[in-house]
């Protein structure tokens, strides 16, 4: 023992001593020591420490999603039916005008008594264009009596011709009117007159009214002449501008320059003028064919359509016109619908029943009088 540690430590080459042995051995002892310690206190592997207890399973849990109902499409909403519209039933003619609405018909309507200038400039305003056409075509021709809009509102099942049974038309002849109106409380004057050219197997009818700062308007029939009495064969109708209504027997139609649908053909038919030489020529050829509370109708046309028109036969009644006193038989078309006008003519069968009176009154009351004022040669 002694010897051992008296022993000097050998010196290495290089001059460094080498560390006993015993210190080695004490040095792994202790690294071994610590080895064993970690790997005694860490988990396997060095990860983190295993719950060796198994936990329970999870349930898996699966659900199905139900699809959504199928979307059922919309029902339509019902269609109304309309109800089906009453037959109008046909008025009963009455011997007063309807009352007039505030609104005007839809389309004033030409007659036979002349638009007149209204009362002196200093009373009233001086007249437009507008008032002009309208005032003008309230004095026409009678034959205005029915405007468009009547004529397609409930209007007999086709025309109706009354028969002629004689026929008596006067010589040519002109005849001058003193007229007489009223639009919307306006008293107003005109001058007219009527131009009647009788050349045996053929006619010309004019009728022209001329106001004062409104101008004039003229409408003309053209036709032949037969036992049947008028045969029309074109109606016109000018103020401003022109239009007319052909009567084609040959092509059984009637055409119009107003590209209206043309119409049939109607024997007998008459037009707006001819009209009211035709009922005169009828009454003059068999006076007591029409007693009081007869009728005539005639198939009307004018320059954009055609209607049946019917007058009452009514009683004789004495006049004092500017150009004398006469005893006339007086016929009378009365409104059958809202806007329709009424019509009164007076024949006197003195003058071969020569119209000496027209007075047309309208559904608002206004109204137009004119009165035979002078008799000539034309």
Do not use: C
Not at 28 to 56: D, M, Q, T, Y
Not at 81 to 105: F, G, M, N, Q, S
Not at 318 to 325: D, W
Request: hydrophobic share 45%; no cysteine.
């Amino acid at each position: 023992m002694s010897t051992l540690a008296a022993a000097p430590p050998t010196p290495l080459a290089s001059g460094y001593a080498a560390p006993p042995w015993r210190a080695l051995a004490l040095l792994a002892l202790v690294v071994l020591a610590a080895h064993a310690l970690v790997l005694k206190s860490a988990p396997e592997r060095f990860g983190p420490e295993r719950n060796l207890v198994p936990k329970p399973a999870k349930a898996f849990v699966t659900r199905s999603i139900a699809p959504p109902p199928p979307v059922q499409p919309a029902a339509p909403p019902p269609v109304a039916v309309p109800k089906p519209r009453p037959v109008a039933k046909p008025a009963v003619p009455r011997k007063t005008p309807i009352a007039a609405p505030e609104t005007p018909p839809p389309e004033t309507t030409d007659t036979m008594a002349a638009s007149a200038p209204r009362p002196p400039a200093s009373d009233v305003a001086p007249a437009s264009p507008g008032d002009a056409d309208r005032l003008l075509a309230e004095a026409a021709a009678p034959a205005a009596a029915a405007s468009a809009a009547s004529a397609s509102a409930s209007a007999p099942a086709g025309p109706v011709q009354t028969p002629v049974t004689a026929m008596a038309l006067p010589a040519s002849v002109k005849l001058d009117y003193k007229m007489t109106g009223n639009s919307k409380g306006l008293t107003y004057h005109a001058n007219a007159e009527l131009r009647w050219q009788n050349a045996g197997d053929s006619y010309n009818a004019l009728m022209r009214v001329s106001a004062l700062f409104l101008g004039s308007r003229t409408m003309a029939s053209t036709g032949a002449l037969g036992e049947q009495g008028l045969a029309p064969t074109r109606f016109s109708d000018k103020s401003r501008s022109e239009v007319a209504a052909h009567f084609e027997a040959d092509k059984n139609q009637i055409s119009f320059s107003a590209n209206t649908p043309t119409l049939a053909w109607v024997q007998g038919a008459q037009d707006r003028v001819s009209v009211f030489l035709q009922l005169g020529g009828m009454l003059a050829g068999n006076p007591a064919g029409f007693p009081v509370g007869s009728t005539i109708s005639m198939y009307t046309v004018g320059p954009r359509d055609a209607d049946t028109w019917t007058f009452l036969v009514e009683a004789e009644e004495k006049l004092a016109l500017p150009f004398g006193e006469f005893a006339t038989i007086k016929l009378t078309r009365q409104p059958r619908r809202e806007f329709d006008q009424k019509v009164e003519i007076w024949y006197a069968p003195s003058l071969g029943y020569l119209p000496v009176r027209n007075k047309i009154t309208q559904a608002n009351g206004d109204f137009v009088d004119q009165q035979l004022s002078a008799l000539g040669k034309d």
